[in-house]
């Protein structure tokens, strides 16, 4: 084995003299794995079952070559990687079994906790209380291992000296299994994982990695037969994230091509999102387009990513199907995560520091839901339950797809490349349409206007859409032939890796016409009135980014005019719903992005105007309350509303009551 080990590594005569070159900053001759099976089937398997007797072969020949480096005795080590997946030697973290115990594998899963790197003895320097020997006992295991017993008076009497002995930098991981390898409710398995030297600070949370070790086991605290589980790690590889790592025949490819070329194509996806659910086409057409997304990677030239995921909320009255929807579509996005409520806090979202036994008693990070569906979809129901603290952890997240951590002296800043698909009630359970909808839900405007499509949903009374509703209800819970008309009309398996293989394959660019198309738009709703604000150019980037999605849902390349057409017509439909001030008689953004629109702010003006009129004809410089809402009333005010505005200019200190029923403005 030495002879054939020896031979090996004279060929890789290069890659160690780099290594030599590059040292301490480079530690590590990486080695692949099919390499070594080409050169020697028997080494390569002898690497699997007995890995750490080979491993240390490769180490001993290795350090015997005496490489230049400018240490002494130089500390390197030999990885190796590219273990391969079809021999069952790269496995799911739920198959690592007691069958595995020392063996060599590959574990493919997402980091979602780390430790701070903390130093670990790796040559122990002990000396015995009776003679004094010194002894130096190699530390292979996570406890500290004393010599048997004394090479000189035989005795088993020692002490440990730290500062005479070699240390090593060590950092605990956790994995866990990849959401879109899950089956809908399945909970995701973690494993704990060891780096050491060179591997640690390689990663972070919210990383996909695979990671090739051997399987080692830690006993119980206490008397018992129950063992803990953990890998030791040789190599950890970052793999680039993607919508989904699903595995996609040739024949399966095939289908998805001949589905993209069929002319009802985009008509059969949005059918096949909730057939149970009756109506709510626009709604489905949006949540289809968030799951195939923008181009993703866009760049500007200064080096600033513009975000491709879209978010959309759902806004809707007490049983009208939105947690249905939110669940439908966990369970067909290759990668997503449910949440809901008052279960969710603002660290379960982003990033959470804690401090546990996980890395004696150290700091850890742990990454929350955005940042493990990175790539995928976070579906958060009863959005508006949330407090405030923590939706507010969400405004970086929603627009930079970034979250920033500075807890327990540990500053950081993931990725949180998510979709978000979110699910809200109104204040009081039903819409109010004359209001604004910042007024009537609990959710900031600042928060609100990060989402690129906001549709309220109604139970609006009708007696022959009831009567629609009833009989598809209720065909649901029949057998029988009636229940076919309820399926999807693509399978739910092929749709899932249409949307992974679009991801993946498809990066569209806007046309010239295209782009046209949008611009005109964008600019027709711009002047469409110079008093209100009818767009933002949050809607321009959402337009474009509900084009590309278009057109990645037909697998094209290309965003053609058809394609920016239909980003118009959802984007009409939802300005339509959610920005019409009646009042006015047309759209105002601010209905949404403002705790005012331009209706409310006219009203407010018109009582602080009447407010200076009467305090300059007053003598003594006041105006009385009833003055104030005689003059509002002639200026077509009701009692009400003027109320309300004096209250809140009171509230915010533009005008006091020094005495009762008397006001004066603040500045005066």
């Given at each position: 084995?030495?002879e054939?080990?020896?031979?090996?590594?004279?060929?890789?005569?290069?890659?160690?003299?780099?290594?030599?070159e590059?040292?301490?900053?480079?530690?590590?001759?990486?080695?692949?794995y099919?390499d070594?099976?080409?050169?020697?089937?028997?080494?390569a398997?002898?690497?699997i079952?007995k890995?750490d007797e080979?491993?240390?072969?490769?180490?001993e020949?290795?350090?015997?070559m005496?490489?230049?480096t400018?240490?002494e005795n130089?500390?390197?080590?030999?990885?190796?990687?590219?273990?391969p997946?079809?021999?069952?030697?790269?496995?799911?973290?739920?198959?690592?079994?007691?069958?595995?115990?020392g063996?060599?594998?590959a574990?493919?899963?997402?980091?979602?906790r780390?430790?701070?790197?903390?130093?670990?003895?790796?040559?122990?320097?002990?000396?015995?209380?009776r003679?004094?020997?010194?002894?130096?006992?190699?530390q292979?295991?996570?406890?500290?291992?004393?010599?048997?017993?004394?090479r000189?008076?035989?005795?088993k009497?020692f002490?440990?000296?730290?500062?005479?002995?070699?240390?090593?930098d060590?950092q605990?991981l956790?994995?866990?299994?990849p959401l879109?390898?899950?089956?809908?409710?399945?909970?995701a398995?973690q494993?704990?994982?060891?780096?050491?030297?060179?591997?640690?600070?390689?990663?972070?949370?919210?990383?996909?990695?695979?990671?090739?070790?051997?399987?080692?086991?830690?006993?119980?605290q206490?008397?018992?037969?129950?063992?803990r589980?953990?890998?030791?790690a040789?190599?950890?590889?970052?793999?680039?994230?993607?919508?989904?790592?699903?595995e996609?025949?040739?024949?399966?490819?095939?289908?998805?091509?001949?589905l993209?070329?069929?002319?009802?194509?985009?008509?059969k996806?949005?059918?096949?999102?909730?057939?149970s659910?009756?109506?709510?086409?626009?709604?489905?057409?949006?949540?289809a387009?968030?799951m195939?997304?923008?181009?993703y990677?866009?760049?500007?030239?200064?080096?600033?990513?513009?975000?491709?995921?879209?978010?959309?909320?759902?806004?809707?009255e007490?049983g009208?199907a939105?947690?249905?929807?939110?669940q439908?579509?966990?369970q067909?996005?290759?990668?997503?995560?449910?949440v809901?409520?008052?279960?969710?806090?603002?660290a379960g979202?982003?990033?959470?520091?804690?401090?546990?036994?996980?890395a004696?008693?150290?700091?850890?990070?742990?990454?929350?839901?955005?940042?493990?569906a990175?790539?995928?979809?976070a579906?958060?129901?009863?959005?508006?339950?949330?407090?405030?603290?923590?939706r507010?952890?969400?405004?970086?997240?929603?627009?930079?797809?970034?979250v920033s951590?500075?807890k327990?002296?540990?500053?950081?800043?993931f990725?949180?490349?998510?979709?978000?698909?979110?699910?809200?009630?109104?204040k009081?359970?039903?819409?109010d349409p004359?209001?604004p909808?910042?007024?009537?839900f609990?959710?900031?405007?600042?928060?609100?206007?990060?989402f690129?499509l906001?549709?309220?949903?109604r139970?609006?009374?009708?007696?022959?859409q009831d009567k629609?509703?009833?009989e598809h209800?209720?065909?649901?819970?029949?057998?029988?032939?009636?229940?076919?008309?309820?399926?999807?009309?693509?399978?739910?398996?092929?749709?899932?890796k249409?949307?992974?293989?679009?991801?993946?394959?498809?990066?569209?660019?806007?046309?010239d016409?295209?782009?046209?198309?949008i611009?005109?738009f964008?600019?027709?709703?711009?002047?469409?009135?110079?008093e209100?604000?009818?767009?933002?150019p949050?809607?321009l980037?959402?337009?474009?980014?509900?084009?590309?999605?278009?057109?990645?849902?037909?697998?094209?390349?290309?965003?053609?005019?058809?394609?920016?057409?239909?980003?118009?017509?959802?984007t009409?439909?939802?300005?339509?719903e959610?920005?019409y001030?009646e009042?006015l008689?047309?759209?105002?953004?601010?209905r949404?992005?403002?705790?005012?629109?331009?209706?409310?702010?006219?009203?407010?003006?018109?009582?602080?105007?009447?407010?200076?009129?009467?305090?300059?004809a007053?003598?003594?410089g006041?105006?009385?309350?009833?003055?104030?809402?005689?003059?509002?009333k002639?200026?077509g005010?009701d009692?009400f509303?003027?109320?309300g505005?004096?209250?809140?200019?009171k509230?915010?200190?533009?005008?006091?009551?020094p005495?009762?029923?008397?006001?004066?403005?603040?500045?005066?």
């Open positions: 084995m030495r054939k080990i020896e031979s090996f590594l004279k060929k890789k005569t290069d890659e160690i003299n780099e290594l030599a590059f040292y301490p900053e480079k530690k590590a001759l990486y080695i692949d099919t070594l099976e080409r050169f020697d089937h028997e080494v398997e002898e690497l079952q890995p080979v491993i240390s072969l490769f180490d020949v290795l350090s015997g005496n490489i230049p400018m240490e130089p500390r390197i080590h030999v990885r190796f990687k590219n273990l997946k079809e021999r069952g030697y790269t496995l799911m973290i739920r198959d690592v079994t007691s069958s595995y115990i063996r060599f594998m574990v493919e899963g997402v980091v979602n780390i430790s701070d790197i903390l130093p670990k003895v790796s040559v122990a320097r002990f000396y015995c209380n003679c004094g020997e010194g002894h130096d006992e190699i292979s295991t996570r406890f500290l291992t004393e010599p048997v017993f004394c000189n008076c035989r005795r009497d002490r440990f000296v730290p500062d005479e002995s070699e240390w090593t060590v605990r956790q994995i866990q299994e879109e390898l899950l089956e809908g409710g399945e909970e398995r494993i704990e994982v060891w780096a050491e030297d060179d591997l640690t600070g390689e990663v972070t949370a919210g990383d996909k990695i695979i990671e090739t070790g051997v399987m080692r086991l830690l006993p119980p206490k008397r018992g037969s129950v063992y589980k953990f890998l030791e040789n190599f950890l590889e970052s793999v680039e994230k993607e919508f989904a790592e699903l996609i025949s040739k024949e399966e490819e095939k289908e998805i091509k001949k993209s070329k069929d002319p009802r194509s985009y008509e996806i949005i059918n096949s999102i909730a057939p659910i009756y109506g709510y086409k626009e709604i489905k057409e949006a949540v387009l968030q195939f997304g923008g181009r990677g866009k760049k500007l030239p200064d080096g600033t990513s513009v975000r491709s995921d879209m978010h959309i909320l759902l806004i809707g007490p009208v939105k947690s249905r929807l939110l439908y579509i966990n067909i996005a290759p990668k997503s995560i449910y809901a409520g008052k279960g969710t806090t603002g979202l982003t990033v959470t520091a804690e401090r546990d036994e996980f004696e008693g150290a700091w850890t990070l742990k990454a929350g839901a955005l940042i493990l990175g790539g995928g979809i579906c958060i129901d009863e959005f508006d339950k949330m407090s405030t603290e923590d507010s952890a969400m405004h970086e997240a929603l627009e930079q797809q970034t951590v500075a327990a002296g540990i500053v950081a800043t990725k949180a490349d998510t979709a978000v698909l979110a699910a809200a009630n109104p009081f359970s039903r819409f004359y209001k909808l910042s007024e009537q609990d959710i900031p405007a600042t928060l609100l206007s990060r690129d906001i549709f309220p949903i139970d609006i009374l009708d007696k022959e629609e509703i009833a209800i209720l065909k649901i819970h029949r057998t029988g032939e009636g229940i076919k008309d309820l399926e999807p009309e693509i399978p739910t398996e092929l749709l899932r249409y949307v992974a293989y679009a991801r993946r394959n498809i990066h569209p660019v806007l046309s016409d295209a782009a046209e198309k611009k005109e964008y600019i027709e709703l711009r002047a469409g009135s110079k209100t604000v009818m767009a933002t949050r809607q980037e959402a337009l474009v980014r509900l084009s590309e999605a278009s057109a990645k849902m037909r697998l094209s390349n290309t965003v053609t005019v058809s394609d920016a057409e239909r980003a118009i017509a959802l009409e439909f939802v300005l339509r959610i920005a001030d009042s008689g047309r759209i105002d953004i601010d949404i992005v403002s705790e005012h629109p331009k209706s409310t702010r006219d009203r407010i003006r018109v009582v602080e105007d009447i407010i200076n009129g009467l305090i300059a007053s003598a003594e006041m105006a009385s309350f009833d003055d104030i809402i005689e003059e509002a002639s200026r005010l009692r509303t003027a109320e505005i004096l209250s809140e200019l509230n915010k200190g533009v005008v006091f009551e005495r009762h029923g008397r006001y004066m403005l603040t500045e005066g």
